[in-house]
């Protein structure tokens, strides 16, 4: 795609509907390796209008596709900041294109959610930590006890839109969904709380599995085995790539790594990944291979 495509949306603008427009020029603009000024300049004007007329799936695309880019423009990514956490949650703990200043500033119009994001940021610097140590926004890991126990209280930390006083050691969250929610919300909402842990366990009770291969399939060092999850379940490729982004930050975030998760997730059809996952759901035992922890020989991903 070429970098005049950008010209010719915004250019176009009136035609489209808010959401494909939005989507459709952060694509285009995550697709160009290194954007000129004028093309960040078109993405700010284009796409700043539109935020208050797109619906919160769309800004959650949005900002986990900008996350991770140095080029991404600096209105639009300080007005995505200003979002619920549920939505800016990537762009504080990972884009480089916010300062130190915007980083207070954000922990100052916002409190503690948006806080303890920015407190998963690499090499943060000391007078942010000590800011954010004072406010009590570091997590603490849960006391030892049995994996069930732990189980159990993580799903009761997992009651909709509320934010739960948890005992000293354990995290306070915010989840956000209404009703009963089904995979997908559980998935998305639980990566982005930055406690790896409740996604653990919704992973676990997603697919059925033990809580110790949830937390092996979100872990490990290949990262085709949480494709395949996902890919068992009834999640698009945009739902699946946006939990993926939030647990596998490091490589995900531009055209070719987008590219390889699409290559990757449909290069096992949903019935084979069910099959996988079916044997999964039998005790964790240490593989003597990567095939044997249930990677179909011919899946890669980047």
């Known amino acids: 795609m070429s970098s005049s495509s950008l010209l010719?949306?915004?250019?176009?603008?009136?035609?489209?509907?808010?959401?494909?427009?939005?989507?459709?020029?952060?694509?285009?603009?995550?697709?160009i390796p290194r954007p000129s000024r004028r093309e960040t300049s078109q993405l700010d004007d284009l796409a700043v209008p539109l935020l208050e007329r797109v619906s919160d799936d769309t800004l959650r695309f949005t900002a986990a596709a900008l996350s991770d880019s140095p080029f991404a423009p600096p209105i639009?990514?300080?007005?995505?900041?200003?979002?619920?956490?549920?939505?800016?949650?990537?762009?504080?703990?990972?884009?480089?294109?916010?300062?130190?200043?915007?980083?207070?500033?954000?922990?100052?119009?916002?409190?503690?959610?948006?806080?303890?994001?920015?407190?998963?940021?690499?090499?943060?610097?000391?007078?942010?930590?000590r800011l954010i140590a004072s406010i009590g926004a570091?997590?603490?890991?849960?006391?030892?006890?049995?994996?069930?126990?732990?189980?159990?209280?993580?799903?009761?930390?997992?009651?909709?839109?509320?934010e739960l006083r948890q005992p000293q050691a354990e995290p306070r969250v915010t989840l956000h969904w209404q009703g009963t929610p089904d995979a997908y919300l559980k998935l998305r909402s639980t990566a982005l709380a930055g406690v790896p842990a409740l996604?653990?366990?919704?992973?676990?009770?997603?697919?059925?599995?033990?809580?110790d291969r949830a937390r092996a399939i979100a872990d490990g060092s290949d990262v085709s085995v949480l494709i395949v999850a996902l890919r068992a379940l009834d999640l698009t490729e945009e739902q699946a790539f946006l939990v993926f982004q939030c647990v596998w930050p490091s490589r995900t975030g531009d055209a070719r790594s987008v590219r390889g998760f699409i290559d990757a997730w449909q290069a096992v059809s949903k019935e084979q990944?069910?099959?996988?996952?079916?044997?999964?759901?039998?005790?964790?035992?240490?593989?003597?291979?990567?095939?044997?922890?249930?990677?179909?020989?011919?899946?890669?991903?980047?």
């Open 199 to 211: 996604f653990h366990t919704a992973l676990a009770d997603s697919l059925d599995v033990p809580m």
């Open 8 to 31: 010719k949306l915004s250019s176009h603008r009136a035609a489209g509907k808010p959401e494909r427009l939005l989507r459709a020029a952060v694509t285009t603009f995550c697709s």
């Open 273 to 302: 990944a069910e099959t996988i996952v079916a044997n999964w759901r039998e005790p964790l035992r240490v593989p003597h291979s990567a095939n044997q922890a249930g990677r179909p020989d011919n899946l890669r991903a980047s």
């Open 76 to 129: 639009l990514i300080r007005r995505l900041c200003d979002q619920s956490i549920d939505i800016c949650a990537p762009i504080l703990m990972r884009s480089p294109v916010l300062t130190n200043i915007d980083l207070l500033a954000l922990i100052g119009r916002h409190g503690l959610p948006h806080a303890r994001a920015i407190a998963a940021r690499a090499q943060l610097d000391p007078r942010i930590v």
């Open 138 to 162: 570091f997590e603490n890991e849960p006391a030892p006890v049995k994996v069930e126990q732990v189980r159990d209280r993580l799903r009761a930390m997992m009651l909709p839109g509320e």
